[in-house]
């Protein structure tokens, strides 16, 4: 087996004289200790010494990229035929498998191997000593490192990330100093502030002007468009309340305008570069969320290529750490969007629906930032596609909303038949009131009685009236009726107020009774059902009670019967 | 399946490792060892609580998840192209297709040794 070796001065390729040690990998370590015994285990078969500097740092660019050079391939050719060449990168391992058919082994055997060799080089390869290699070594990480810092294909968004920043620190900038022309010369014309309310026509009016009695000559009809501001402004000028200025003054602050106007070209100079940069370089970001948006997530993610690494809820709330973790801090909710609030397409959305087309948007840019990043192809088709579905997307929501308000209107009779069924409702709760009717019918039939009593006093008085023009026949009964209820009632009395007193007067109102009928047979067969029902009062007082109920029934159905 | 395969897309797994993967993907699933999608397999190497990703080579354009190898090279966690994103969705439980997914790490688990097992057929390919 074979062992490529990368050294700053050149490729070796050592022979490995005891495959057997291989194997205990633990203990291979052992072997290097010492340069003889090193030696046992391997040996120097070829080296391939780099020419120069130049062709180090060539090869060298080329292994990073795990891709052999041309020097390598010959030299493993040469001398490589039907072994097993053993490798520090599996994927230049792979990339010599595919291209010169030698079969390469990786793996921790391997890894230990590379130690030893590494620890013993100077011993193994002859005419390598430790004060050549040295600054040798230093040499080539010098010249690689100039080569990535000029030829880093990753670096090239720092321009982008520097053009944004001067951007925004510009747009301070020219604020300040027009804020400053306003102030200083407003102490000589302060109504001119109002006349003229855009920064650049200020500055250029005042440039153009010098001391304000010089207004009335001048024509401001390159500068203010509209002739009523030109004919305010002179007017103006005529009465202005400001203080006198020299003319040292007026150079100062004609300076000052010159610096603010300069500042406001170089601003459109490098907002128009920024917009050519971020098309080159980030043409899906660009159409998805526009120049300065895409400039400004790009600055504060460090690259594309580390935005390109975030995922769609990272790129959606960048610019908001703040509220997200004083969010988090005091549990509430969470922001909805940090930098791409500025974008157009959340411009345009409803308060209502801002947060959902956000969280779309940002998905769509991690998309577009991932292609752009890293894809070869300018095109922007991946951004123009996206920015189409979320218009669409914003549309239906838009729409949606109309549908709602729609079938709220629906909704109202439905909320009336509701109600229409809770006043039917109501109506069923009435119904029990309805058949609470046989209650009052039940008092009602309790009533009753008492008319029946009334009637029958007054049936009473009838009889009595009617007592001296009946038949002597019919007198008789009548006269004993009466006699027997009254009987029947006093018994009744004294049964109530002492038991053994009731049951006494009742033998003697029976012995009565029977006299009675000795002497008058036609009430026999009455008088004789009335003793039968005295006999069973007399058994028991429950059973008497029971009996005066039925007595009571008894004397009822007899005044019906009448 | 498209006949040519974008050749960004490696290291792909032949026929019979795509079936070992999809099937430890479905009982990832099932274990709820799995977050499906490339912004929470985005997540899941971030956090460091990935086991391997799993990505479709037939998505179309392939750049949108072209990082996911570039973070698990920097996390140390193996990665792998399968044939189909459609076969990678069935296997994840969705009925949409699935570009990238993300086993999960969990000391408990059962699948602990499968997983251990497919790690390491995952990086002999880089072989």
Request: aromatic share 4%; hydrophobic share 35%; with cysteine.
């Amino acid at each position: 087996m074979l062992v490529l070796f990368e050294t700053p001065a050149g490729f070796a390729l050592f022979k490995v004289l005891d495959e057997g040690k291989l194997d205990k990998v633990e203990d291979l370590w052992k072997e290097f200790t010492t340069s003889d015994s090193a030696r046992k285990v391997v040996e120097l078969k070829a080296f391939n010494k780099f020419e120069n500097t130049s062709d180090a740092l060539s090869a060298a660019t080329l292994i990073i990229d795990s891709k052999p050079s041309k020097g390598l391939r010959k030299f493993l050719q040469k001398h490589c035929e039907g072994e097993t060449l053993a490798v520090a990168d599996s994927k230049l391992g792979n990339a010599i498998k595919e291209k010169l058919k030698i079969d390469c082994l990786h793996n921790s055997a391997v890894m230990e191997l590379m130690r030893g060799l590494r620890n013993q080089l100077t011993e193994l390869i002859t005419g390598l000593g430790a004060q050549d290699l040295g600054p040798m070594s230093l040499g080539l990480s010098h010249s690689l490192s100039r080569y990535k810092l000029k030829f880093s294909p990753e670096k090239v968004d720092t321009m982008i990330i520097q053009a944004i920043g001067l951007l925004d620190d510009l747009d301070k900038e020219l604020n300040t100093y027009a804020m400053r022309v306003r102030e200083w010369y407003g102490w000589h014309f302060p109504e001119l502030t109002k006349i003229v309310t855009d920064n650049i026509q200020y500055a250029k009016v005042v440039k153009m002007m010098g001391n304000r009695v010089n207004a009335v000559n001048l024509d401001f009809s390159e500068i203010l468009s509209d002739e009523e501001l030109e004919t305010q402004l002179k007017e103006a000028a005529v009465i202005s309340m400001g203080t006198e200025v020299s003319d040292l003054d007026l150079s100062n602050i004609r300076e000052l305008c010159d610096q603010v106007l300069a500042l406001s070209e170089y601003r459109a100079q490098l907002y128009d570069y920024l917009r050519s940069r971020m098309n080159t370089i980030a043409p899906n970001l660009t159409a998805l969320v526009g120049e300065l948006v895409g400039a400004r997530l790009i600055a504060h993610g460090g690259s594309l290529l580390n935005l390109a690494k975030q995922p769609g809820s990272t790129i959606q709330i960048l610019g908001a750490e703040k509220a997200l973790f004083r969010a988090l801090k005091t549990k509430h909710s969470t922001p909805k969007y940090g930098l791409i609030y500025h974008a157009s397409l959340i411009g345009k959305a409803s308060q209502k629906h801002k947060g959902k087309i956000s969280r779309s948007l940002a998905a769509k840019t991690a998309l577009a930032i991932r292609y752009d990043a890293l894809g070869d192809g300018e095109d922007n088709s991946i951004g123009t596609e996206s920015r189409l579905k979320l218009e669409t997307r914003l549309q239906v929501l838009e729409g949606r909303e109309l549908g709602k308000s729609a079938g709220s209107t629906k909704g109202k009779p439905k909320i009336e038949v509701y109600e229409k069924d809770r006043k039917k409702g109501t109506g069923a709760l009435t119904t029990p009131a309805k058949t609470y009717n046989p209650a009052a019918d039940l008092v009602l039939t309790e009533e009753t009685p008492k008319k029946s009593e009334l009637a029958s006093k007054k049936r009473k008085h009838n009889e009595v009236e009617t007592e001296p023009l009946a038949e002597p026949a019919e007198e008789a009964i009548q006269e004993d009726g009466d006699q027997e209820d009254r009987k029947k009632k006093k018994k009744k009395n004294k049964e109530s107020k002492e038991a053994p007193a009731g049951e006494g007067d009742g033998e003697k109102k029976k012995k009565k009774k029977s006299k009675e009928v000795e002497e008058e047979p036609v009430v026999a067969a009455a008088s004789e059902v009335k003793k039968k029902k005295k006999k069973s009062d007399a058994d028991g007082e429950d059973v008497a009670m029971q009996t005066e109920e039925s007595g009571k029934k008894e004397k009822k159905k007899k005044k019906k019967a009448c | 399946m498209e006949s040519v395969v974008n050749p960004k897309a490696y290291p792909l797994a032949d026929a019979q490792l795509t079936m070992g993967i999809l099937d430890i993907i479905q009982q990832a699933a099932n274990y709820k060892q799995l977050k499906k999608g490339a912004n929470e397999a985005t997540k899941t190497l971030n956090r460091g609580i990935s086991e391997f990703v799993v990505m479709a080579a037939d998505t179309e354009p392939l750049e949108i998840l072209l990082h996911l190898p570039l973070l698990a090279e920097d996390k140390n966690v193996p990665y792998v192209f399968v044939p189909s994103k459609q076969a990678l969705g069935r296997a994840c439980g969705v009925t949409r297709p699935v570009i990238a997914c993300s086993v999960t790490s969990n000391e408990g688990s059962q699948l602990k040794l499968q997983i251990q097992g497919l790690k390491d057929s995952i990086e002999k390919l880089l072989i």
